[in-house]
């Protein structure tokens, strides 16, 4: 089943330990963003990375980091996590130009305590 | 920069007909898109429009003006399990060629 599968659904830690939210996917698409949502805000794009190697800061980057080693997985890394990153946390993919959207994860939900 | 506008939120009547508005000023343009997201769950992909007019699929049907910056999402026959939130989005360019900006997303109550 094409899908994007995104890892752990839910989760509290505290402030300043280290975590990673994990994202992977089996359709070979070349495109792939985190996003966060919060109430009143809407989704807001925290990074993408178009290809292998290649990622870039979304409009929302600081307090996270990225990496795109393999085509598949698309790991989002918070070094010292915050309360105000408590959130609802998104990992998509996509083909390039193409019209069927993106594909969405199942979502992560964190709390920063 | 980036705006896109929707209501916040909508009220309509099983069985009836509700559309959704959506007004965009992107610094880019290259598609249109409407997701559908239960609360707490992701969104999911609903319609596509790169050119102005109407595509249809099924009970949606989307609707898009370019020169006016303007679209439609027109779901009819309306059903319990359309209560969602249904979000607009623009590929602007930012965030990459597939980048997606998202408006904040309307949520629709559907009342018996």
């Known amino acids: 089943e094409a899908q994007v599968t995104q890892n752990p659904r839910y989760l509290i830690t505290v402030t300043g330990k280290k975590l990673t939210v994990t994202c992977s996917q089996n359709m070979n698409h070349e495109y792939m963003s985190w996003y966060r949502q919060d109430p009143g805000l809407g989704l807001r794009q925290i990074y993408y990375s178009m290809n292998v190697e290649v990622t870039d800061k979304g409009d929302v980057p600081e307090g996270y980091k990225v990496s795109r080693k393999e085509k598949r997985n698309f790991p989002l890394i918070l070094e010292s996590p915050s309360p105000n990153q408590t959130s609802l946390y998104f990992c998509?993919?996509?083909?390039?130009?193409?019209?069927?959207?993106?594909?969405f994860g199942s979502g992560t939900r964190l709390t920063v305590v | 920069g980036q705006n896109i506008d929707q209501p916040t939120e909508m009220t309509a009547t099983e069985g009836a007909i509700v559309q959704i508005n959506c007004t965009y000023q992107?610094?880019?343009?290259?598609?249109l898109f409407w997701y559908q997201q239960h609360a707490g769950e992701a969104p999911t992909f609903l319609s596509y429009?790169?050119?102005?007019g109407l595509e249809e699929k099924g009970r949606f049907s989307s609707f898009l003006s370019r020169s006016k910056g303007y679209s439609y999402l027109l779901l009819k026959e309306l059903q319990m399990k359309d209560s969602a939130s249904y979000l607009c989005a623009v590929r602007d360019g930012k965030g990459g060629a597939d980048g997606l900006t998202f408006g904040k997303g309307t949520h629709l109550i559907i009342q018996p």
């Open positions: 992107t610094s880019g343009f290259n598609g």
């Open positions: 998509a993919s996509t083909p390039r130009g193409g019209g069927d959207g993106y594909t």
């Open positions: 429009n790169v050119l102005d």
